[in-house]
């Protein structure tokens, strides 16, 4: 049951296989078909959501009726808005599973429970939250400066498995660009590569 999550926390904590199969015996397990949503804008995110298996997004829409998409979530990835999460705010975002998703809504007193438990694990979970806010500053700073291409080399490096998972539009929105300059910049890079063998 949950191997992902299972491993997830072996891998960051020093407990044993035992008392992760006994922790994970509360948590609340859900599946979500593709289109549905997890949370949606005006409500207050009350979990952490945990990617056991498929694929989500979240976004907000812009003034113009615009999707921008912030992050997607494949296996073993957490979204939230964690703002609304811990402020009890009304979320900005929207997450919504782009395929067929079993997800562990994780607590935030779940969280805090291993950590007391395992200082291992907290030390990775801060760590965590630290990667999280310096990519998420890397990603402000490439919006802002970037090229085209630059932004879609950085999403192959970041997410070399969703090429083929993601439609175009979605990843076009991520970068923050058109499907066609995506398309463009594609071609280009197809080209370049073509004649560089």
């Known amino acids: 049951m949950l191997p992902n999550l299972h491993n997830y926390i072996k891998e ?11 922790l994970l015996q509360d948590a609340k397990v859900k599946k979500f078909q593709k289109g549905e949503f997890l949370l949606k804008a005006g409500e207050v995110c009350m979990h952490a959501m945990f990617t056991e298996s498929g694929l989500l997004r979240t976004y907000t829409i812009g003034d113009t009726a615009k999707e921008h998409i912030i ?7 957490i979204s939230l808005d964690r703002a609304s999460l ?20 994780l607590t935030s007193d779940f969280i805090l429970k291993i950590s007391r438990i395992s200082p291992k694990f907290q030390l990775a979970n801060d760590r965590a939250l630290h990667t999280h806010i310096r990519q998420l500053q890397q990603r402000v700073n490439q919006l802002l400066g970037a090229t085209a291409e630059e932004r879609y080399l950085t999403f192959i490096q970041k997410y070399p498995d969703l090429l083929l998972r993601v439609p175009q539009w979605m990843i076009a929105s991520y970068l923050g660009i058109t499907p066609e300059s995506l398309s463009r910049v594609r071609k280009e890079l197809a080209t370049r590569n073509f004649k560089m063998t």
């Open 86 to 105: 811990y402020f009890n705010e009304p979320s900005d975002f929207y997450i919504e599973a782009i395929e067929n998703s079993e997800v562990v809504l």
């Open 71 to 77: 992050q997607f979530a494949p296996e073993t990835w």
């Open 12 to 22: 960051k904590s020093d407990l044993s296989d035992s008392y992760i199969h006994q």
